[in-house]
């Protein structure tokens, strides 16, 4: 859908906005986002089903047309799965191939192997933020925890203080780096650069990890004091040959290619600056999400399927594994881009403006706020992402490249905020490190709430720079 039928659309479905207009229309938001949360938490109905049954309601609430606003939902689903879906298809490609190949067990050993002592929990946040950026976060803890577990128990570590470092990693990465889900549905929305907002959040996530890895760790381990659970402690594999696993160099080049293109389309887009010039010609096309991503999981078939053994029969097969567990994420961060424009054609997104002006708020503390509030309410990171997004949309028009970016970022560190007991997270925590719900609060809640604290306010810092 073009920019102008969207404001058409908009224009057919909703009166011109008043005072009574804005209450109108706050109601029917609050009303909308109520059903997402009482389906998602009361009733456990999928995330998908409940943005879906949300936006209608929405719709229905702002006193649009059911027709219209089946037509807005279902355009803001397809222009977002087509916008971020083969990145995401991508990245769990690349993911799969790391986690089957062995080479992130290669990663881990040779970090591990040079770290001792008071080095460890700095090391295990190394390994989490580097296996963590191209894959999902269930999929790194999954990974990562029995490395912690085994690294704690033969080392004589807290569990704490090894655990929360890996689990800052892996969280600040998801919250706050694209290729991850969350993060891409927030650039495609605003219309961010992908690039940049890429180049700026590994500018906050570096403080925010030391923050809530390490540092935090600390006060974690006096708060709880937990042995690692013998039960969860995987066994080791007798057959497994290490010398077929990829080399370290290979893995961590094929991992880190596809961000480097990226930043180095973002730094030739800053340095030369001419859409004509044959130097960024090149690189805006090898730097492009979508290339620079199918160019890792080329390379990857290479330096991690063949390096490990892999036939061609096993290669075909890790990839196809790796795309059916992302359907339900698809389809959520689709839902998730029907309810964003939902919202814009029934006329919120000019609300906001107007609330912004009155309020004085700034758009980005504006955009974590509401980004806190929905993962408060849902559970879900990657829902609180993609609303805040489609909430705050309208704001970003009028800012530069460097503030949408920033936009993104807010909205990230805020979709973090304060895991509990309505987040699948949080119990993947508590049984992997067989914690009580007090003590799961106590560390990994709190850690949450220190990324989502810390982020913001880098990004606020930030503001005043770029």
């Given amino acids: 859908m073009t920019r102008l039928s969207v404001e058409t659309l908009a224009a057919d479905t909703v009166a011109p906005i008043t005072s009574a207009g804005h209450a109108h229309l706050g109601l029917a938001v609050l009303a909308g986002i109520a059903v997402i949360v009482v389906l998602i938490t009361k009733f456990k109905l999928h995330a998908f089903l409940a943005l879906t049954v949300g936006s209608l309601a929405l719709g229905v609430f702002a006193g649009a047309p059911l027709d219209k606003t089946i037509a807005s939902f279902t355009t803001g689903l397809g222009s977002t799965v087509s916008g971020v879906g083969v990145l995401i298809a991508l990245g769990a490609i690349l993911g799969k191939l790391l986690a089957d190949s062995g080479g992130a067990d290669r990663i881990v050993d040779t970090i591990l192997a040079r770290a001792k002592g008071r080095a460890m929990p700095w090391a295990m946040v190394l390994i989490a933020s580097v296996i963590g950026l191209p894959l999902f976060f269930e999929v790194g803890v999954v990974l990562l925890i029995p490395v912690v577990l085994m690294v704690a128990r033969r080392g004589n570590y807290s569990l704490m203080r090894i655990g929360i470092p890996a689990l800052a990693g892996l969280s600040v990465m998801h919250g706050l780096i694209p290729p991850h889900p969350g993060p891409l549905a927030a650039i495609d929305a605003v219309d961010a650069d992908l690039g940049l907002t890429l180049a700026l959040g590994l500018v906050v996530a570096i403080p925010t990890v030391i923050v809530a890895g390490p540092l935090f760790a600390r006060y974690a381990a006096r708060w709880v004091d937990v042995p690692a659970p013998e039960r969860m402690i995987p066994a080791v594999d007798e057959d497994q040959d290490p010398a077929k696993r990829p080399g370290f160099v290979p893995t961590l080049a094929t991992m880190l290619l596809?961000?480097?293109?990226?930043?180095?389309?973002?730094?030739?887009?800053?340095?030369?600056?001419d859409p004509e010039n044959s130097v960024q010609r090149v690189f805006d096309v090898v730097g492009s999400p979508m290339i620079a991503l199918l160019a890792a999981v080329i390379v990857g078939l290479f330096t991690l399927g063949r390096a490990a053994g892999f036939t061609k029969e096993r290669l075909s097969a890790t990839v196809e594994k790796s795309l059916a567990p992302i359907a339900g994420i698809l389809l959520i961060v689709g839902a998730g881009g029907g309810f964003k424009q939902t919202l814009?054609?029934?006329?919120?997104?000019?609300?906001?403006?107007?609330?912004?002006?009155?309020?004085?708020?700034?758009a980005l503390l504006l955009a974590w706020l509401i980004a806190v509030v929905i993962r408060l309410a849902t559970g879900s990171a990657t829902v609180a992402t993609i609303s805040a997004a489609g909430l705050v949309a309208p704001l970003a028009a009028g800012m530069s490249p460097a503030e949408t970016a920033l936009l993104v970022l807010a909205i990230g560190a805020g979709s973090v905020f304060f895991s509990h007991v309505n987040d699948a997270g949080f119990w993947l925590v508590k049984e992997y490190f067989g914690l009580s719900v007090g003590q799961t609060i106590k560390t990994w809640s709190v850690m949450e709430t220190v990324i989502s604290v810390v982020g913001g306010a880098t990004v606020l810092l930030l503001s005043l720079f770029v």
């Fill in 258 to 273: 596809p961000v480097v293109l990226m930043l180095a389309k973002a730094l030739v887009d800053i340095v030369i600056d």
């Fill in 344 to 362: 814009i054609d029934s006329g919120v997104g000019q609300m906001i403006l107007d609330i912004s002006e009155n309020w004085s708020i700034p």
